[in-house]
């Protein structure tokens, strides 16, 4: 007994040990912040944002014709906001509503970029116009913020961008790379029409990018429990998606008399059997390059533990939902309270983990399922994109104009399960990113897509000082 208890005790030492080994050996992977330029911004670029938030750009469904009214009215609307824009750059209309903006660089031996933005929004559920500070669509504008749909998600970017570039114009900055804005119409519904034209368009022309940087990602404040400062996520890849329904069909009848197998029941069972089957939770890329970056920044038990995932896989993985996950979204069936309905159906949302497929999915749902439930594909479905590389220049460039515009946050690369019109763009560019400093915090998120759309003018003009230095970064001559 003495023996075992010895080799326990040093069993427990060796572990300790190797812990402590990992963790003391964990350093920080930021770069150092550089002091960048003042620049001193146009006065009016609240009212702007304002004026862009009025005209309403909404994405209803795949089927919905865009209202040509306010996407035109939002295209005359950059153009008389944008003077110097369109006048120096090059503008083409994709698909009749997408817009793709060319600043031609004096270099042409060297690779281009391209910033994407998309000017579409989602709807606003009339039930919650009572729960807005202001009308979603009259972008008003407080003592410290400006309230309305789009602002967040994802005019706030797009008109930022803008922004940026005017002010370049004005100082008389000519880029030495070239630099495309892309910005698609119907991002919030898949994106085919709109960013996925603007890319053939691209690749037709023979365009490689160095790199392109849509939205995605976020400046994080208050949401990781130990870290006081901002963390900087860029996300390197996005999960997938695809929607499954599940049909049901039987002979139904009087509610009196139930069969064994009930329509509903059985369609019930699906669900329930498919929620407790999950995927399983994987430590793939990027998510181990999130662990690397993070681990270091983290007071030392959560130091410990992500620099000890061997360990503490399982945990940390559930923590960031490192799965493809489960979701369903829509059921309906039946037509009276005493008849067993014929036909039931429900619509199954997943979002695909970086290497799973959707083929993957589809055998996992008829393995969990009665083989007598019909299985089809239905509407957007796209695999998990690659995942771009922290090790670019592309990256190590916006990695640093990140520490030097916020140089008390945190970058790290990450995984995001949404998905961006960027997915499009890995066959006309080196690599892809998903990053905008729009701050969200724990009141902020559910305002994405949500109640009260708002952004605060601080974090506006953060945007556009981002974007600006960003440009000017990837422009100017070496």
Same mark, same amino acid.
């Given at each position: 007994?003495?023996?075992? %208890?010895?080799?326990? !005790?040093? /069993? &427990?030492?060796? #572990?300790? =040990? *190797? ?132 602002? %967040?998600?994802?005019? !706030?970017? /797009? &008109?930022?961008? #803008?922004? =940026? *570039? ?313």
């Amino acid at each position: 007994m003495k023996k075992i %208890l010895k080799l326990i !005790g040093i /069993l &427990i030492l060796f #572990l300790i =040990a *190797v812990l402590l080994f990992n963790t003391l050996r964990t350093n920080s992977k930021q770069v150092a912040s550089k002091p960048t330029e003042k620049v001193t911004l146009a006065s009016d670029i609240y009212q702007n944002l304002s004026k862009g938030l009025q005209h309403k750009t909404i994405s209803f469904s795949e089927e919905a014709i865009p209202d040509s009214t306010a996407f035109f009215g939002f295209h005359r609307f950059l153009k008389e906001t944008f003077p110097l824009a369109h006048e120096n750059l090059a503008l083409e209309k994709i698909s009749t509503y997408s817009l793709l903006y060319t600043w031609k660089g004096t270099n042409a031996s060297k690779k281009p970029i391209i910033l994407m933005s998309h000017m579409d929004v989602v709807p606003v559920d009339e039930p919650t116009l009572g729960d807005w500070e202001a009308a979603p669509f009259e972008g008003k504008i407080t003592d410290k913020e400006i309230v309305g749909r789009g602002t %967040l998600d994802d005019k !706030g970017t /797009l &008109i930022g961008l #803008l922004e =940026a *570039v005017e002010q370049l114009l004005e100082e008389s900055f000519q880029p030495e790379r070239t630099i495309y804005l892309a910005f698609g119409h119907d991002e919030e519904i898949g994106g085919a029409n709109g960013a996925a034209k603007i890319a053939e368009h691209l690749k037709a022309q023979g365009v490689q990018a160095l790199m392109t940087l849509d939205e995605g990602g976020f400046l994080a404040s208050g949401l990781v429990p130990g870290v006081e400062d901002d963390v900087a996520v860029v996300n390197l890849a996005e999960k997938g998606f695809a929607s499954f329904k599940l049909i049901v069909e039987t002979n139904g009848g009087h509610s009196s008399a139930p069969p064994k197998e009930n329509t509903i029941g059985m369609l019930a069972q699906a669900i329930v059997d498919l929620e407790n089957n999950q995927r399983p939770y994987k430590m793939v890329n990027p998510i181990d390059y999130q662990l690397e970056y993070m681990a270091p920044e983290l007071p030392f038990v959560q130091k410990m533990a992500l620099s000890n995932p061997w360990l503490f896989k399982k945990p940390i993985l559930e923590k960031l939902n490192a799965h493809t996950t489960t979701a369903p979204t829509i059921i309906g069936g039946g037509i009276k309270n005493n008849v067993i309905p014929t036909v039931a159906e429900a619509t199954i949302n997943f979002r695909i983990l970086p290497g799973e497929t959707i083929d993957i999915v589809e055998e996992h749902i008829k393995n969990t399922i009665s083989d007598k439930i019909k299985v089809e594909r239905v509407g957007f479905l796209t695999n998990p994109s690659p995942v771009s590389s922290i090790d670019s220049e592309g990256y190590q460039t916006l990695q640093q104009t990140i520490r030097d515009v916020f140089p008390s946050s945190v970058v790290i690369p990450g995984l995001v399960g949404g998905g961006t019109d960027a997915r499009y763009f890995y066959e006309v560019s080196d690599d892809v990113y998903r990053f905008y400093p729009i701050r969200l915090g724990p009141e902020s998120m559910t305002r994405f897509h949500g109640i009260d759309e708002k952004i605060s003018k601080d974090n506006y003009t953060e945007i556009v000082l981002f974007s600006y230095h960003l440009i000017k970064r990837f422009g100017a001559q070496k």
